[in-house]
């Protein structure tokens, strides 16, 4: 399946079915990560249960060192 | 002490995070410093980098009041969408508005930042914009109801201190909410003469993380910081043209 995230094309396995999975799949820091699905931010109860689709439009940030 | 919204601090210093040089020294300044608050920024995470290291891990979260900022916006738009993607880490509902509307001098976009400010107010944050040395904008952001006033000493990270001190005790005169004296501090003598004039608070980074020695730097501005403010509250003496004695003129030994 192939998703935009944080303006690149990244191919996942068909199993990466949720933004909890893509999160593991891509092995970033889950109390770290905030996520953007398709433009809409997704709260932290709700982040890792909400399912991606093919071509969808993912962000992923975090706080970093900044004043 | 004082507070800002629901949040009560006892240390006045609010901490940068961006360019310390290790994070064990900025560890260590930042515990020397005994800030309370420490800003962030928002940004994508490298995501074909899996262990990339973060300062939120090597510190307890639960100690600090975290202060995300929107920088990289440079409409009201773009600074609401950051100020959600922050809220929806879970760790704040603080935000700082910080729109640049030029990129050579940094310096915030009035018209962006009032906007910012009012929509943010609207959906419930806790607004801390960060302003010119305007003292009617800062009336301006004031009158919405934000939660705190941030003008700044001088342009980010110019370390060039208070460059107009009658504005900055206008602002802080007629303030009705705390006033964060931010960006442009360059040294202790800097963050004591914002805090002698009567401000709440001082928000500074470059100033201890570019100094040589970052850790002694975060100790002077903790001391600066308490010694402004004892100054302030003490109340200076007026300034004088003339001399006058310390010691009596009387019983003089001849």
Known sequence: ?????????????????????????????????????????????????????????????QFVGGG | MFSIGPYTFHSRLFLGTGKFSDFDTQKEAVAVSETEVLTFAVRRMNIFEPTQPNFLEKIDVAN?????????????????????????????????VEIIGCDKTLLPDPV???????????????????????VL??????????HAIMPGASPIGSGLGIINPVNLRFIIEQATVPVIVDAGIGSAMDA????????????????????????KMASAMKHAII???????????????????????EGLSK
């Open chain 2, 227 to 249: 010694a402004g403010r004892e100054s302030f509250e003490a109340g200076r003496i007026p300034k004088k043209h003339y001399a006058t004695a310390s010691s009596p003129l």
């Open chain 2, 192 to 215: 004591a003469q914002a805090m002698e004039l009567g401000a709440d608070a001082v928000l500074l980074n470059t100033a201890v993380a570019l100094a040589n020695q970052p850790v």
């Open chain 1, 1 to 61: 399946m192939q998703l935009t995230v944080n303006g690149h094309t990244v191919d996942v396995p068909i199993h990466v079915t949720t933004i909890g999975l893509l999160l593991d799949h891509l092995q970033l820091n889950k109390e770290l990560a905030i996520v953007e699905l398709n433009r809409v931010i997704l709260q932290k109860d709700e982040r890792d249960e909400a399912t991606i689709q093919p071509d969808d439009y993912i962000e992923i940030v």
């Open chain 2, 112 to 134: 962006e930042t009032l906007r910012a400010t009012e929509m943010l107010l609207e959906e419930g944050f806790i607004v801390l914009p960060y302003t010119s040395d305007d």
């Open chain 2, 64 to 96: 600090y009041t975290l202060l995300p900022n929107t920088a990289g916006a440079k409409t009201a738009e773009e600074a609401v969408r950051i100020a959600r993607l922050a809220k929806a880490s879970g760790l704040c509902d603080m935000i700082k």
């Open chain 2, 137 to 146: 904008l800062a009336k301006r952001l004031q009158d919405l109801g934000c």
